[in-house]
Nanobody, 123 residues
Framework: QVQLVESGGGLVQAGASLRLSCAAS????????MGWFRQAPGMEREFVAA????????FYGDSVKGRFTISRDNAKNTVYLQMNSLKPEDTAVYYC????????????????WGQGTQVTVSP
């Protein structure tokens, strides 16, 4: 089992930056990949980013490439999402997820989820 708790969301203006954190507990953190998804009102959950268990490889959704960076600190059992140049269309609830099986860009592949943190970007 893995428990996940996100933090760092908030209200910012377009062009600003935010860093989300997700603290994990339970199974040994360094043994599974981590990811971030987001869900805007009325929309399906969207893949944002993923990182391998040792942090050696990262993957991004097309809408955030070049603006967002995923990283992890295995000593702190924490994954981060640095979000720069935020746009109003980035407004969503952001979820971290752990331990995918299958196609990691699909939310159904992920076995464990946090409760989400709201990010709102004003024009």
């Amino acid at each position: 089992q893995v428990q996940l708790v996100e933090s760092g969301g908030g209200l910012v203006q377009a062009g600003a930056s935010l860093r989300l954190s997700c603290a994990a507990s339970g199974r040994t953190f360094s043994t599974y990949p981590m990811g971030w998804f987001r869900q805007a009102p009325g929309m399906e959950r969207e893949f944002v980013a993923a990182i391998t268990s040792n942090g050696g490889s990262t993957f991004y959704g097309d809408s955030v490439k070049g603006r967002f960076t995923i990283s992890r600190d295995n000593a702190k059992n924490t994954v981060y999402l640095q979000m720069n140049s935020l746009k109003p269309e980035d407004t969503a609830v952001y979820y971290c997820a752990a331990d995918p099986e299958g196609t990691f860009t699909q939310d159904r592949a992920w076995g464990f989820w946090g409760q989400g943190t709201q990010v709102t970007v004003s024009p």
